[in-house]
């Protein structure tokens, strides 16, 4: 199940999303992490960030809401402290980044790339100061300006992550994949709500949160098989995977890559049992890994 994008090769399909892993080196003792496809760090930004006060997690039927505020230790940490650790746990790491401006995405890319990373992520779904706080992901414009100035800076395969609110998200994935994406990453987290009727209040402080987990699959399967009929670079799928046959849907809808996120935090052990049950898929259909992508999406003939 192996798989290369540009010169980077995936032992298989399998990542861990961002947020949902840490930096990647937490579990080490716990798991086999060298046997993931790859993992996605915590989005980092270029100055430290403290993050959203708690409680920054509510649950709510079949999914997950959270405001973490996109905490994480700054560029210059992660590269000094973390990176040294996490180039040695095996997988590839592909490392989330974000900012408020276009240039600080950019200076973060060409920081990466001096330290020779090979993947970065590039979350989206942030508010872009120089617009009023309307996310980058929102514009067209903005988001092949964005994609085109980092690519121009990172040689690596950029994944451009993205999230369907209040945007037409295949409008937005031909944007990236105009301005010089590798791969897209389908779907960041949902805007919602959580209000605690008996003590009339919101269960989260900062009142609007991102959704996570089964609740989104449906919606997030559906952006990747339209994006899919769109675009000629890899996707990405993430939403709601929790099992093997979830795992799947992503696949036969388009998916090459799949991230796994809240489902993590019910059990850790998910991913590996995902790739060894899309391995126990292929035999028993006698079928390679590769003509699973898509399958149900007859674009490509
Ligand atoms: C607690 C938490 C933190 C997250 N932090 C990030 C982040 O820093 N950057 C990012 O791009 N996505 C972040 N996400 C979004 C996930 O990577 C993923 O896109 C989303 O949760 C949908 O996948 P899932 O349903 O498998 O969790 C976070 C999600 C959760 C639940």
């Known amino acids: 199940m192996k798989l290369k994008i540009k010169d980077v090769e995936f032992k298989n399909p399998v990542l861990t999303a961002s947020g949902t892993f840490g930096y990647g080196n937490e579990l080490e003792d716990i798991i086999p992490v060298n046997e993931l496809g790859g993992i996605v760090t915590k989005g980092i930004s270029l100055k430290p960030r403290m993050g959203n006060p708690p409680p920054r997690l509510a649950e709510t039927p079949c999914g997950l809401l959270n405001s973490i505020g996109l905490e994480n230790i700054g560029l210059e940490k992660f590269v000094k402290e973390k990176w040294p650790e996490i180039k040695k746990i095996g997988p590839e790491i592909v490392v989330n980044i974000f900012g408020e401006k276009i240039e600080e995405y950019v200076e973060i890319a060409k920081t990466l790339e001096k330290e020779g990373i090979r993947c970065i992520e590039l979350n989206l779904s942030c508010p872009n100061v120089e617009k009023g706080g309307l996310e980058f992901g929102r514009s067209e414009r903005v988001v092949r300006n964005l994609v085109e100035k980092v690519r121009e800076n990172f ?12 945007t037409d998200i295949v409008k937005i994935s031909k944007a990236a994949e105009k301005g010089g994406a590798d791969v897209l990453t389908l779907i960041n987290t949902i805007m919602g709500m959580s209000i605690d009727a008996e003590n009339m209040s919101f269960k989260i402080p900062r009142k609007v949160a991102g959704l996570s987990g089964p609740a989104i699959r449906p919606i997030a399967l559906y952006i990747v098989y339209r994006v899919y ?5 890899p996707i990405a799928g993430v939403g709601g995977i929790n099992d093997i046959k979830s795992a799947l849907e992503f696949h036969l809808a388009g998916s ?3 991230q796994i996120g809240t489902a993590l935090f019910i059990d850790p052990w998910i991913p590996f049992k995902i790739i060894k049950g899309i391995e126990e898929f292929l035999n028993k259909k006698n079928m390679e890994f590769k003509s699973i992508i898509g399958y149900l999406n007859k674009k490509r003939g």
């Open 229 to 233: 009929q769109e675009v000629d670079i």
């Open 155 to 166: 040689n690596g395969v950029i994944f451009v992550k993205l999230s369907p609110n209040f």
């Open 256 to 258: 090459t890559l799949i």
